[in-house]
């Protein structure tokens, strides 16, 4: 039988499937995949974009490091991590395309010349923008933001973790993504771990690097963490 002259060239099909699927408002999107790490290390990375992968034995999940000036965007079962001293990392979710995303950043603002994902300026659009990338849209963002600690005492004077909370907060609330739960300030580093496609966000305190200045109203125990998270999806490890 002759080919018809409708019928799809050859691979054209299969070229079909590779397209990612966006899901209409109102409907979820394709259950996500978990990539193995020899694909994710694989893959090529914009400038930027953290690319220390590994297997998280606690988790039982493969997952990407974000060093600060990097960020990180996903739609696959991973975990993103990182630790935060007086840097914040803005945790971004878009429920109905299941797309999370983490930056870490360490100052508000620099030099206007200075285009680099160290400053809050440029790593939030930075992040906004690549998830938009993957189908999420700026109205049904929702954030968990974290950090914003006084690690050192030198820090004191420049108030570089209130500096960078307050960022944040003002830019989410002038972008209207509503921030559904918060760990900030306070003087405990603190490790975030995030779950890309569920939204969900951990966070432990860590030991803080000057132990002489505790006092009992600032140590980070499971009651602070809780207070001040409630209302959103963070727990404790």
Not at 93 to 119: K, Q, T
Not at 150 to 161: D, R, S
Not at 170 to 198: C, G, M, N, Q, W
């Amino acid at each position: 039988m002759p080919p018809r002259h409708d019928a799809p060239p050859p691979g054209a099909l299969a070229e079909r499937r590779r397209v990612p699927r966006i899901a209409p408002l109102g409907q979820e999107a394709p259950a996500a995949l978990e990539p193995s790490l020899q694909q994710l290390k694989a893959q090529t990375r914009r400038p930027g974009e953290a690319s220390f992968f590994f297997f998280d034995h606690h988790f039982q999940h493969n997952a990407v490091k974000v060093l600060p000036g990097e960020y990180f965007v996903a739609r696959e079962q991973l975990t993103i991590m990182t630790v935060l001293g007086s840097c914040i990392a803005a945790c971004l979710w878009d429920s109905r395309m299941r797309v999370g995303g983490m930056n870490h950043f360490m100052l508000p603002e620099g030099d206007s010349a200075d285009i680099s994902g160290r400053y809050g300026s440029y790593a939030m659009e930075l992040l906004i923008n690549e998830m938009m990338k993957l189908g999420a849209r700026r109205e049904t963002l929702q954030a968990k933001i974290f950090g914003g600690a006084q690690v050192m005492h030198n820090f004191t004077t420049l108030n570089v973790g209130e500096r960078n909370t307050r960022f944040v907060q003002d830019y989410l609330a002038t972008e209207r993504i509503p921030v559904v739960s918060e760990d900030v300030l306070d003087i405990h580093p603190r490790k975030v771990v995030f779950f890309p496609v569920t939204g969900k966000a951990m966070v432990k305190r860590l030991a803080h690097t000057h132990p002489e200045s505790l006092t009992q109203e600032l140590r980070g125990n499971a009651a602070t963490v809780v207070r001040a998270t409630s209302g959103g999806s963070v727990d404790l490890f």
